[in-house]
């Protein structure tokens, strides 16, 4: 069965610190991976997608993230935070039929 | 070039009630997406439309139907609202239904039964 994990609930980083968020997936074909950011109240806003090709793909906001097959993984990556990306952060799975699966997310807090 | 938009912001219902939301897409998309979201949780695929028919669909039980008319808009509807039902509704569309296109979602419709 299609299922997204992001293990860390929570994560606190400093403003100006590097940041990785975790997300691992399990789905039997290629699959379609996606990061969304969520501010209180608001919708989700597409950082980025992996469709194919190049497993290292770069996303708005100086957000990137790498694709790796053997450890089912698609973590999220920016090299240095700033006070406005407190947010949620979630990692989804699209399958081929257009259902998208979903991580529980990730709330980010920037220290200052 | 307007969003993805939905109506109603927030809503009231009471336990037993049934429920309307709605949703535009993104000017040139003609696939919408529903998702509910529970407090503290990640969205849940509810089902999708395309060319007016529900195309996928996730689990999520009978009492939740919808519709897509000609102009691609959505309507999403809660028969025999219960507590659990309690969550932001988030639609999102999308280009041409059939593999994973990009969603673009609305701020969402926030829906309290009591």
Do not use: M
């Not at chain 1, 950082?47 to 790796?68: C, H, N, P, R, W």
């Not at chain 1, 698609?74 to 949620?88: G, I, T």
């Amino acid at each position: 069965a299609q299922s997204v994990t992001q293990p860390d609930i929570h994560i606190t980083v400093s403003e100006g610190a590097s940041l990785e968020l975790r997300c691992n997936y399990s789905y039997g074909a290629t699959p379609y991976l996606f990061w969304y950011v969520q501010s209180p109240g608001q919708g989700l806003q597409l950082l980025l997608k992996y469709f194919s090709g190049d497993t290292l793909v770069q996303g708005i906001k100086g957000f990137e993230a790498e694709f790796k097959r053997s450890q089912s993984s698609f973590n999220l990556r920016k090299p240095s935070v700033h006070w406005s990306d407190a947010a949620e952060y979630f990692c989804a799975v699209g399958t081929q039929g257009g259902k998208f699966y979903f991580g529980s997310g990730t709330k980010l807090n920037v220290k200052p | 070039d307007a969003g993805v938009t939905q109506s109603p912001t927030h809503l009231i219902k009471t336990r037993g009630q049934q429920v309307t939301l709605r949703c535009s897409p993104k000017s040139g998309h003609d696939t919408v997406s529903w998702y509910q979201q529970a407090l503290g949780q990640g969205p849940q695929f509810i089902f999708q439309y395309y060319e007016e028919e529900e195309r996928q669909r996730g689990n999520f039980p009978d009492r939740f139907s919808g519709h897509q008319f000609p102009n691609y808009s959505s309507e999403l509807n809660v028969n025999a609202l219960l507590l659990g039902d309690s969550a932001l509704y988030l639609c999102a569309s999308s280009f041409r239904a059939g593999g994973p296109r990009e969603q673009y979602f609305g701020p969402g419709t926030r829906l309290t039964v009591t």
